[in-house]
């Protein structure tokens, strides 16, 4: 008989989730909503954001290599912790120093913190539950994640809007300190690795072992990391520029009505995670990794409807649910497709490397984003009253990728 999926320690991992991760959601939906209400440059935005995603880059392997060698459990809560202190900092320096410089160090703090965190919960999975469960946690985490995208920006759209930045921050610091305390009461199995030579040593060498095993172990895994980074590039990260720029500076919206209708974006974002969680724990049995080259063409689709709309429709209100509803569908592929991946990961790394391989593949992946935001901070400055020719740009661009490597996923 299998073990069942919401033991005691999974359901504490799950609950200090949901509490962080809700966090997390409203914190980044409001820091740079801030910085283009008090700018309205994209090609700052874009700037920024790049900048905010390269301490994500350099601490995910090292948050993978800690991951496998100090109790995740410890590493949860102290990251929690931090994370409220660095929020606590911004709030009382956000009104005597520089903004820019201020919220840039403070995104690139809270990007790194969640570089560093996110090995050990996904690593925890393994650990937590028994391997035939592997898709339905991994589903469970995913649609908590999703769930918090979609009540955070939302929420933190509500509050931006009624109360201003300080709201959201002292809710932000009540949910990190929350998710901390409850991380407390959780139990990881945890078995000590061997240590030889210094910090810097231990790094290389199993950040090295990672890329082998990546490479000539499992290579299958590697070739499925280079589409993730090209999708990465052309896609996510003309969503992640393009949402925020389009909805407040360029559909000609009210400007409190522009802030609250982009939450509820970020909102249908998250809702379109959380319904590919869903799908993907309900059809666990039924989903194949070599059917997974299918969604990345399905996401790659759904771009060209936000494309015509704004070339076709003057409507603000029009183009706003028309690039709402595409970014729902496409969350909901994307986070399909995630599951699986992080499935087939998990069920093919040995344990005492899976913290490590997890790392890489988020690093490896996220290193496409900083690049994607500032070229489409860029692209949105020089086109100007063209912004349709972005976004086709964008879905010509991950199409052709998508198709092409296709056959790859078909391998597996």
Sequence with gaps: MSQKLFTKDFTLVVIGQIISLFGNAIIRFA?????LNQTGSSALYGTVMACAFLPAILLSPVGGIIADRVNKR??????????????LVFSLLMNSVNLVLLLTATLMLLYGIAGAYQPSVQASVPALVSQERFMEANSVINTISSLASLLGP?????????????????????????????????????VKQSTSGNMWKIVKDDFGVSIRFIRKDQPAIGRGLLVICGINLFLSAMIIVGLPYLIT??????????????????GALGAGGLAGGICAGIFADRLTIRKAGNLIVACAVCVFPMGAALLFFSSGMVNYVVMTACCFVIMIFSTVFTVQ???FV???????????????????????????????GVLFEICKGFEFAVILFAGMVSLGIAVCTKSIFERF
Excluded: H
Excluded at 74 to 87: S, Y
């Design 31 to 35: 820091l740079p909503l801030y910085l």
């Design 249 to 266: 500076e360029v559909l000609n919206l009210e400007a409190v009505q522009a802030n609250r209708l982009y939450g509820f974006a970020e």
């Design 74 to 87: 410890n590493i949860m809560v102290t990251l929690d912790f931090f994370t409220a202190a660095v929020i």
């Design 154 to 190: 939302v929420l933190g759209g509500i509050l931006y809007s009624a109360y201003g930045l300080n709201a959201v921050l002292w809710v932000c610091m009540i949910c990190f300190v929350m998710s901390a305390v409850m991380e407390l009461f959780i139990r990881i199995p945890f």
């Design 346 to 376: 998990q069920t093919e790394t040995p344990q005492n490397l899976i913290g490590k391989v997890i790392a890489v593949i988020l690093t490896v992946s996220m290193c496409a984003q900083p690049l994607g935001n500032a070229l489409y």
């Design 341 to 343: 991946m992080m499935s």
